[in-house]
């Protein structure tokens, strides 16, 4: 199988479509770094596939696929993504590693996993669904499916995942499950019971199979995907017209080679200077609305305060008022005891 490099990284360029017979779905890991999409992706894959450690700082530093047959010949294709959609994150890493994701989704994407954390749910991660949705459109809510991981911490707990939103479910997270028709899933990735973990992975991939149903069967596309495909298809058409010809010797075909290779590499910077535009309008966009908001909030709590000490003041007016007249009232009767006395 031949290799092409994109970003300085080897990839495939074979794209790879699944027969009739043996289905493939094509599941993406996405989400904040630390909130376990690593172990998720090896729970779905029931193997340690991809490096995973308990911090808040990113082991995978790219995207990567795994793929594992289950016992009906179905395949799971599982990609998962470093730390995307952050505003601090920046746009040129991003935009190389969507193009990545998409190459490695090859004909499309069956699922979107958004991982979060029951652990460390924190609201700069509402920006995950603008991303998004500027980047694939609205249509990409259908294909969602939200996965809580820490499993483990409600056991002990002794709360359901259910008990634990009712308590703690931030606006843009009410927002998400309401356009992702609520699919959620919760993820115990630390438990060694075999039924638990058989048990999670299944809720997970019938919540696939309910999207597949309702897309019709077909995955997630777009012009992207379309434009990735069609230039990975002419690069191989392209290599195996140089391999076919006669008359030229070894160093001219090669010439040939890095030259398709080179066009190649054109295409795909100006697909990614694409997404990267798109994400920094996004960004832009985001912060202008994070900064109104933030704005907005301190001008309520400005308005609070005041209404505090506005009430503050007038309560002590008030209690000096009522000081005063209890004051003039003693005085009063003091002088009429007077009066009556004489």
């Not at 409600?154 to 009410?174: I, M, Q, R, S």
């Not at 209404?307 to 003041?313: I, L």
Request: proline share 1%; net charge negative; glycine share 6%.
């Amino acid at each position: 199988m031949s290799l092409l490099k994109m970003g300085g990284d080897m990839m495939e360029d074979d794209w790879e479509f699944a027969s009739s017979s043996n289905p493939k779905r094509t599941l993406v890991l996405v989400g904040r770094t630390g909130n376990g999409k690593s172990a998720t992706g090896n729970s779905i894959l029931g193997r340690k596939a991809f490096r995973s450690r308990a911090r808040t700082v990113g082991v995978t530093s790219t995207c990567e696929s795994q793929r594992v047959v289950q016992e009906d010949g179905d395949i799971i294709n599982v990609v998962d993504t470093p730390g995307l959609f952050d505003l601090s994150t920046a746009a040129d890493f991003i935009g190389k590693e969507i193009v990545r994701c998409i190459s490695l989704a090859e004909d499309g994407i069956h699922a979107i996993l958004l991982v979060f954390s029951v652990r460390r749910l924190a609201e700069e991660e509402q920006t995950i669904l603008s991303f998004l949705q500027a980047l694939f459109g609205s249509k990409i809510a259908d294909y969602m499916i939200v996965v809580f991981t820490g499993g483990d911490e409600l056991e002990e707990n002794e709360e359901t995942l259910e008990e634990y939103l009712a308590d703690f479910c931030p606006e843009f997270l009410k927002e998400i499950l309401g356009i992702c028709d609520n699919r959620v899933v919760l993820f115990n990735n630390k438990t060694t019971d075999k039924l638990k973990k058989a048990e999670q992975v299944q809720k997970l991939l019938s919540l696939v199979e309910s999207i597949v149903k309702r897309n019709n069967g077909k995955p997630y596309t777009d012009e992207l995907f379309h434009e990735l495909q069609e230039e990975a298809i002419k690069l191989r058409g392209q290599k195996k017209e140089v391999e076919a010809l006669k008359g030229y010797s070894n160093n001219e075909i090669s010439e040939f080679k890095k030259q398709i290779d080179m066009s190649y590499d054109r295409q795909l910077s100006r697909i990614t200077e694409m997404v990267e535009t798109k994400l920094r309008e996004t960004a832009k966009r985001l912060e202008q609305q994070l900064g109104e908001e933030q704005a907005a909030r301190i001008e309520a709590e400005k308005k609070v305060n005041e209404v505090q000490k506005r009430s503050s003041d007038e309560i002590k007016k008030l209690r000096e008022n009522l000081e005063r007249a209890e004051k003039e009232t003693k005085e009063l009767q003091k002088k009429l005891g007077k009066c009556i006395n004489l």
